[in-house]
């Protein structure tokens, strides 16, 4: 009986990593690297579709200075751009380019399916 106590959390935690490994996956697939994915994820789905290095350091949960080297890399490959606030210049403003839009886009819609299979794996979780 102490098994089943733990059995929906490992079900859980077994798709989450499941999840995870074909999401970074699917990224290369489609030539960006797992962060970029998920720096474009974040800044795509901020308010307004864009965001500041300060915020993605709260979204992504690393450091001021691997989000910077973040962007800067994706800024390279030209998958986000920089905007001066119009407001505030010390505020620098991050959204996605074309090419980091079709990226993402590409990424998001082959990950439908698994997106699909964690929500039923949540569903299927006990209440604590």
Known sequence: MAANRYASAALFR?????????????????????????????IAGAEGGRSTVSELVTTLALTQSAVTEL???????????????????????L??????????????DALGPERLQLRRVMDELEPE
């Open 71 to 93: 962007v800067q890399r994706a800024e390279a490959a030209g998958l986000v751009k920089r905007t001066s606030s119009a407001t505030d210049g010390r505020v620098v403003h």
């Open 95 to 108: 959204s996605l380019t074309a090419e980091g839009e079709r990226r993402l886009a590409a990424v998001h």
């Open 14 to 42: 077994a798709e989450l990593r499941r999840f995870l490994r074909v999401s970074e996956d699917c990224s290369r697939r489609f030539g960006i690297t797992p962060r970029q994915h998920l720096l474009l994820l974040q």
